[in-house]
């Protein structure tokens, strides 16, 4: 094609035009800076150990599984071998999630053994190569990241289906015989079934979850490889009578293309399709789950983790392999043995192929119900109950969601049970459009400097305080001349600068060495009982407002909030009642609800908490999918705010007897207390608070 200067792709004239490639360009610029990253991270971590160890578990783990979901989709155990050895090292040096393991999963079973049947162990290795090659297909088109629009109902339902499933499978193992759970449910009135359970297996399970358990507070302590590897020791010194992993097969398939008659090709690949987007979901959820379980580290990428799912695919089903996805069983495993990088993954796949070269024998003496009594803890820890009781409160079709979605993978029904469960939050997200209608009004008054509009009950704070006239614009020199407006019972230490249009409530504490700027950024409001510690810094941006019920505040802080010491407020910011600012935290430009918890050092950035959050030590909290991992406060977190409150209103009481606060502050807040009525009788009843 000519390309001279006259030519209108190339000419100045023509402007330069969007190349519909850019996007994906970025996209695969960011999986490969994500990948670099996460070896980088691995060269640069301390615990090998942790990593070491981590793996070692999810191999014991994952060994017996793989053979057991080989056998139960008609395949020979081997190739559950080769898919966890395989597949799994693979994913885990090219996948997108540090800890996520890959290997055979329980949910795609159903489908694998219709293959299985049809097309036999050369048409499920070929399965798994299509599969993998889809997989690339999403990888490349940036459709991985699809999977961020899971809503929390659906993911929780998953999570806590998966829990139940694990425990369905597992408690009979524990309890040494063949019924299911329901089973057992229908025979509770019956008790000759205790005449069944051996109490062998049920002293390895219990032996192996009570250490587990007990010792999870100790995050380096190898409780799972120990206890396994002591109970396995003391069964076969005692010669118990248990079933054991078994004889495990010393040799690993050549690499192979499966060889399919040509006229079979298009029948599997339409059977395989459904298993293709099941597989890759099954594993952008487990992704997002164990991203729930470790809010301290970097959210997976889910276009590198499709990228190195499908790698891992593709080398499985040459191997003559079964297809793997991402585990959130084996995955939870991981996280709970103190795995800090990818490397444990990694480990774990190394070790399967290495055991199955080497400690087949050894292997083969781990009772079944010690791995049981380690998996039950896991799908214990795996059910959300907490989520579910708070979406009863609050969303009840988004609590339906959820069940339906545990119901659909508890009983096999994986893709209807999400299929429900998305087509419920549809459904509740249409009710509920006006408030979407009102997040779009939102935007725009952000445009405009606004960055949140809350309505009248958030401004209880404000009840009792002094009287102050709604804020306007200011110029910076005329808010620096403002003064102060506090309440009489208030203490500002002589050694804190208010700088301001600041307005505090009734016992609010300003210590020394506080800073309160109102200058560049205007208005200030600090409620009732809350107190600023040593070192607090609390500024804004100019020309940006949270509207608190119908007044717009450059920082505005709530009842019996608590802000500890070295903390730094940045408006435009709202804070509500009840919440709890950790030593050397950050809070800027964000909403935090009320009987919220913020630990130490913890950066809160652009973002809007919900009530009753725990935002971990140390977290970067500054998206919405950081927003959504944040599990709720506990009581610990609630009491201790209240006895923080509780002191500083006594310190208060203490520093106003010793000595008067600035003579620049106090007389101003006399002042204002004597003029008139105050700011609830001056509240206007008849003001709409619908368009705040």
């Not at 190394?350 to 009594?373: C, N």
């Not at 800027?588 to 908490?609: K, L, Q």
Request: charged content about 15%.
């Amino acid at each position: 094609m000519n390309h001279s200067p006259h030519h209108p792709a190339s000419s100045p004239a023509s402007g330069k035009r969007d190349n519909p490639f850019d996007p994906l360009k970025a996209g695969w610029r960011s999986m490969a800076a994500d990948w670099w990253q996460s070896w980088r991270d691995v060269a640069r971590s301390t615990g090998f150990v942790s990593d070491l160890i981590a793996g070692l578990t999810v191999a014991a783990v994952a060994l017996p599984l793989n053979v057991a979901l080989a056998v139960a989709s008609g395949l020979p155990p081997v190739a559950g071998l080769i898919a966890g050895a395989v597949g799994g090292a693979i994913a885990a040096a090219f996948g997108g999630a540090r800890f996520q393991v890959t290997g055979p999963a329980a949910a795609l079973n159903v489908m694998v053994l219709a293959l299985a049947h049809r097309f036999g162990v050369t048409g499920v290795a070929a399965a798994a190569m299509m599969i993998g090659v889809i997989q690339l297909v999403l990888s490349f088109s940036l459709a991985g990241r699809l999977g961020k629009r899971v809503p929390e109902s659906v993911l929780a339902g998953f999570t806590t289906g998966v829990g139940l499933k694990l425990l369905d499978s597992q408690i009979p193992e524990v309890l040494g015989f063949d019924y299911r759970v329901y089973e057992l449910a229908q025979m509770m009135h019956r008790p000759a079934w205790l005449h069944h359970v051996s109490w062998t297996a049920v002293v390895s399970g219990l032996f192996v979850a009570f250490l587990v358990s007990s010792t999870r507070h100790l995050k380096r302590f190898p409780a799972a490889i120990l206890g396994i590897g002591l109970i396995t020791a003391v069964s076969v010194y005692l010669r118990w009578n248990l079933e054991r992993v078994g004889a495990v097969p010393a040799t690993i398939p050549h690499p192979i293309f499966p060889s399919i008659p040509d006229e079979r090709w298009l029948d599997l690949a339409a059977a395989t399709l459904p298993l293709a987007l099941l597989a890759s979901i099954e594993s952008l959820l487990s992704a997002r789950a164990v991203d729930r379980m470790t809010p301290e580290y970097k959210p997976h990428n889910p276009d590198l983790e499709l990228f190195g799912q499908g790698l891992a695919n593709l080398g499985v089903g040459l191997l003559q392999g079964m297809p793997v996805s991402g585990v959130i069983v084996r995955s939870g495993v991981n996280v709970q043995s103190g795995g800090r990088t990818r490397l444990s993954a990694l480990v774990h796949g190394v070790l399967l192929a290495a055991s199955v070269l080497l400690l087949g024998s050894t292997i083969a003496q781990v009772p079944l119900a010690a791995l049981g009594g380690l998996l039950c803890v896991v799908g214990f820890r795996l059910i959300e109950v907490g989520t579910l009781i708070e979406l009863a409160r609050k969303e009840r079709i988004e609590a339906a969601a959820f069940l339906v979605t545990a119901a659909g993978t508890v009983t096999g029904h994986l893709v209807m049970g999400l299929v429900a469960g998305f087509v419920l939050h549809a459904i509740h997200a249409f009710l509920h459009r006006h408030e979407h209608a009102a997040e779009v009004q939102l935007s725009k008054r952000r445009e405009k400097g606004i960055r949140a509009v809350l309505g009248r009950e958030e401004a209880k704070g404000r009840r009792p305080s002094a009287e102050l006239e709604a804020p306007g614009h200011h110029k910076w020199l005329s808010q620096i001349r403002d003064r102060a407006v506090v309440s009489a019972s208030s203490f500002v230490h002589r050694q804190a600068s208010v700088i301001g249009r600041v307005v505090m409530g009734e016992n609010v504490h300003i210590a020394a060495g506080s800073s309160v700027r109102a200058d560049e950024g205007s208005p200030f409001f600090i409620g009732s009982n809350t107190n600023l510690q040593d070192g607090v810094v609390v500024h804004a941006l100019k020309n940006k407002w949270v509207t608190v019920a119908g007044e717009d505040w450059a920082v505005y802080v709530g009842r019996h909030v608590s802000i500890a010491h070295n903390a730094l407020v940045h408006g435009p910011c709202y804070i509500g009642d009840d919440t709890f600012v950790g030593f050397k935290a950050v809070v800027h430009d964000a909403v935090v609800g009320s009987h919220c918890y913020i630990g130490i050092g913890a950066v809160v950035v652009g973002v809007e908490v919900p009530d009753g959050r725990f935002v971990p030590h140390g977290a970067i909290i500054d998206t919405a999918d950081a927003v959504e991992r944040l599990s709720l406060v506990s009581d610990v977190h609630r009491e201790f705010n209240e006895d923080v409150v509780e002191v500083n209103r006594g310190l208060v009481a203490a520093y106003r007897e010793h000595e008067e606060g600035p003579a620049a502050v106090r007389p101003r807040a006399t002042e204002v207390e004597r003029r008139g009525p105050s700011w609830d009788q001056r509240w206007q009843p008849d003001r709409d608070p619908s368009r705040f």
